[in-house]
């Protein structure tokens, strides 16, 4: 979502924090490259002014312009962007088990943390020859759009689930689940089980896996989700895997549940996955939710 100078504020009552701030903001997954008029235009600041804080932010490297005299994000941002702890260092650890993980099954493999009502994508390995999803290093989604997002809502806090749920929900296919009564229940079950399966929900003929991976005091801070082609494998065959690389990643991270157990000790509850698939909706009828031992 694009955000915009706050347009109950004159410009010239804009701090130059909020000035620069207001002219980052513009730019999206929609909006990758900007002109000068457009960036006035969305900011609602004057165009000698956009001027002169485009060049300020692209010599400091946070901007960069392009032949045809658009602006877009520059790498100064995405070197910042990697040094943040829920970002950037979750991804140092998390990378190889990632990368073993897309060997194991050969799909598009996300590490998701969130932000607000979205998820970001703080790492995006993509396979070859496998469905094209719209994902990538540093996207941004909705969470109730993304099966990374669903598993993130469902071990937040009850409030915070309200919150989203009474938002409006975008539906991006005709499978989008976005009738809050359907969603309690589907994150009930998710946070039970710690794996969500959807189809289709933000693209066609795709399905998605997520589960959760959890930090110091065993709280859930970010989630990791594979992608694959309707139909191409089933998901029984995925849980074992991502639940091994979760678990993997959140040991590292010094989750107290994911620790090595003694011989014979059976893990916590929320390491035994079991599936929790949305199925796509017939004709539109209501969403359906099913469970059953992964």
Request: aromatic share 4%; with cysteine.
């Amino acid at each position: 979502m694009t955000v915009l100078a706050d347009k109950s504020l004159e410009p010239h009552r804009l701090t130059s924090a909020q000035r620069v701030l207001s002219i980052l903001g513009v730019f999206d997954t929609e909006n990758l490259a900007l002109s000068l008029s457009e960036i006035s235009r969305r900011t609602g600041l004057t165009l000698s002014t956009t001027h002169r804080l485009l060049n300020e932010l692209r010599c400091w490297g946070a901007l960069s312009r392009h032949s045809d005299g658009k602006y877009s994000i520059g790498l100064r941002i995405l070197e910042l962007g990697t040094l943040a702890p829920q970002g950037g260092q979750l991804r140092e650890i998390a990378l190889p088990f990632l990368h073993d993980l897309q060997h194991a099954t050969h799909g598009n493999i996300h590490l998701a943390v969130p932000e607000g009502h979205d998820v970001i994508y703080v790492e995006s390995l993509r396979a070859r020859d496998t469905v094209p999803v719209p994902s990538r290093l540093g996207g941004r989604w909705p969470m109730h759009a993304t099966c990374t997002g669903l598993v993130l809502l469902a071990n937040s806090s009850q409030e915070f689930q309200e919150e989203v749920l009474s938002s409006k929900l975008r539906q991006y296919t005709v499978n989008t689940l976005t009738d809050p009564d359907a969603l309690r229940h589907f994150l009930a079950e998710v946070r039970k089980s710690s794996v969500a399966i959807m189809e289709s929900q933000l693209t066609y003929d795709v399905m998605a896996v997520a589960v959760p991976i959890r930090g110091p005091r065993d709280r859930v801070v970010a989630a990791v989700g594979i992608t694959v082609p309707s139909a191409s494998i089933t998901p029984h065959s995925l849980v074992p895997a991502l639940a091994a690389t979760a678990r993997s990643i959140s040991r590292a991270l010094g989750a107290p549940s994911a620790v090595a157990e003694p011989a014979g000790q059976r893990p916590p509850a929320h390491w035994q996955a079991r599936e929790v698939k949305y199925t796509a909706p017939t004709a539109r009828q209501t969403p359906r939710v099913a469970g059953g031992v992964a």
